[in-house]
Nanobody, 120 residues
Framework: QVQLVESGGGLVQAGESLRLSCAAS????????MGWYRQAPGKERELVAF???????NYADSTKGRFTISRDNARNTVYLEMNSLKPEDTATYYC??????????????WGQGTRVTISA
């Protein structure tokens, strides 16, 4: 059974930093592309960043230069380091795992989210 458990959310002031963690179990972690998504109240879920099994990263324009995604395959954990936080970063952040089973076929898994609130 696949489980993704996020942690590290909280309340911080604008300009400060926060690190989110996502611990995965029940999957071949090193083979998964791992991503962070976020959803603010009344808005659709959006991609924040992802990192492939080979270490290739991609970031949303709103987070480039401020956020860094990384992974520790030995610990089955993906991280999101968030710096220079802004009030508009306030959202629930979700961990995602995407695994290629075969060409064109993928499995997609989600955590339950961790809340991040940035005060002005």
């Amino acid at each position: 059974q696949v489980q993704l458990v996020e942690s590290g959310g909280g309340l911080v002031q604008a300009g400060e930093s926060l690190r989110l963690s996502c611990a995965a179990s029940g999957i071949a972690f090193s083979a998964c592309t791992m991503g962070w998504y976020r959803q603010a109240p009344g808005k659709e879920r959006e991609l924040v960043a992802f990192i492939s099994g080979g270490g290739t990263t991609n970031y949303a324009d709103s987070t480039k230069g401020r956020f860094t995604i990384s992974r520790d395959n030995a610990r089955n954990t993906v991280y999101l380091e968030m710096n220079s936080l802004k009030p508009e970063d306030t959202a629930t952040y979700y961990c995602n795992a995407n695994l290629v089973i075969t060409a064109g076929i993928r499995h997609n898994y989600w955590g339950q989210g961790t809340r991040v609130t940035i005060s002005a």
